[in-house]
């Protein structure tokens, strides 16, 4: 199940600096449906504050974990794809966060796994790399540099389109409305018709031409029954006005 998984997925920042971006990232992790946030040594932050930027987030905030080291965030982990901008002089596999959504939702089905981001300032360090089973990268311009949030929210955006159902349902628009029939369309071409000559339309154009546009475009609209009613409605009312004050009418 979809929500099976992004229970065993956890946010590991090592090292973060800024309390505003913890919120952030708080608020992404609501957003995406992912609960568990691991904070590495980070800046201290007050959950009243959390709150304020990210609002409905009290179960994440009650639940963030602290710990002293990265060791001790990753160890129960089966599968961490770290993220960072910045070349390494390391041999490392490095794939895009979309193919890392896929991996890390994968092995989520089978325990823990982690998205790990670095400090504010410089990333992830060497030694945090060394940690990961994978390194991700997000697709930029030639300015790389993202804010922590921002690709925090892009990694859990990916993963939450990985996760088959994982998002929510909208609900049906309220009015429902079968497609419209031939003869409700045929109904309307000719009131469409009627309105046209009505205002004088076709003075120096070709009727035929003009009508066949509008049964062609009105085709690709695919409007439903309730729609067509109300373009039907529109061409009726103008014929009355013009009734009303006088106007031609002739068809």
Same mark, same amino acid.
């Given at each position: 199940?979809?929500?099976?998984?992004?229970?065993?997925?956890?946010?590991? @920042?090592?090292? /973060?600096?800024?309390?505003?971006?913890?919120?952030?990232? !708080?608020?992404?992790?609501?957003?995406?449906?992912?609960?568990?946030?691991?904070? !590495?040594?980070?800046?201290?932050?007050?959950?009243?504050? !959390?709150?304020?930027?990210?609002?409905?987030?009290?179960?994440?905030?009650?639940?963030?974990?602290?710990?002293?080291?990265?060791?001790?965030?990753?160890?129960?982990?089966?599968? !961490?794809?770290? %993220?960072?901008?910045?070349?390494?002089?390391?041999?490392?596999?490095?794939?895009?966060?979309?193919?890392? $959504?896929?991996?890390?939702?994968?092995?989520?089905?089978?325990?823990?796994?982690?998205?790990?981001?670095?400090?504010?300032?410089?990333? @992830?360090?060497?030694?945090?790399?060394? =940690?990961?089973?994978?390194?991700?990268?997000? /697709?930029?311009?030639?300015?790389?540099?993202?804010?922590?949030?921002?690709?925090?929210?892009?990694?859990?955006?990916? @993963?939450?389109?990985?996760?088959?159902?994982?998002? =929510?349902?909208?609900?049906? /628009?309220?009015k429902?409305?079968?497609p419209?029939?031939? $003869?409700?369309l045929?109904?309307? %071409?000719?009131?469409?018709?009627? $309105?046209?000559?009505?205002?004088? %339309?076709?003075?120096?154009?070709? /009727?035929?031409?003009?009508?066949?546009?509008?049964?062609?475009?009105?085709?690709?609209?695919?409007?439903?029954?309730?729609?067509?009613?109300? @373009? =039907?409605? %529109?061409?009726?009312?103008?014929?009355?006005?013009?009734?009303?004050?006088?106007?031609?009418?002739?068809?």
């Open positions: 199940m979809p929500d099976e998984r992004l229970g065993v997925i956890r946010v590991v @920042l090592d090292e /973060p600096q800024d309390p505003v971006n913890i919120a952030a990232v !708080v608020r992404a992790m609501k957003n995406m449906g992912v609960h568990a946030l691991w904070i !590495v040594n980070g800046a201290a932050i007050e959950p009243e504050r !959390v709150e304020g930027v990210a609002h409905g987030t009290a179960d994440i905030v009650r639940d963030i974990r602290r710990v002293a080291t990265l060791d001790e965030a990753l160890a129960e982990c089966a599968y !961490v794809a770290a %993220f960072t901008a910045r070349r390494r002089a390391a041999t490392r596999e490095v794939i895009d966060v979309r193919t890392a $959504a896929a991996r890390v939702s994968d092995a989520a089905a089978h325990g823990p796994a982690a998205l790990l981001f670095g400090r504010e300032d410089r990333g @992830l360090s060497n030694t945090a790399l060394d =940690r990961a089973h994978v390194v991700v990268t997000i /697709p930029t311009t030639a300015h790389p540099s993202l804010n922590l949030a921002q690709a925090v929210m892009v990694a859990l955006y990916e @993963l939450h389109v990985a996760i088959p159902g994982a998002s =929510r349902r909208l609900a049906p /628009p309220r429902h409305a079968p419209a029939t031939v $003869a409700e045929e109904r309307l %071409f000719q009131d469409v018709e009627r $309105a046209l000559h009505a205002i004088d %339309f076709f003075k120096s154009r070709y /009727p035929e031409h003009i009508l066949r546009t509008v049964r062609s475009l009105v085709h690709r609209a695919a409007p439903d029954a309730r729609e067509v009613g109300l @373009l =039907r409605a %529109f061409a009726l009312e103008a014929v009355h006005v013009l009734e009303r004050r006088g106007g031609r009418h002739d068809r």
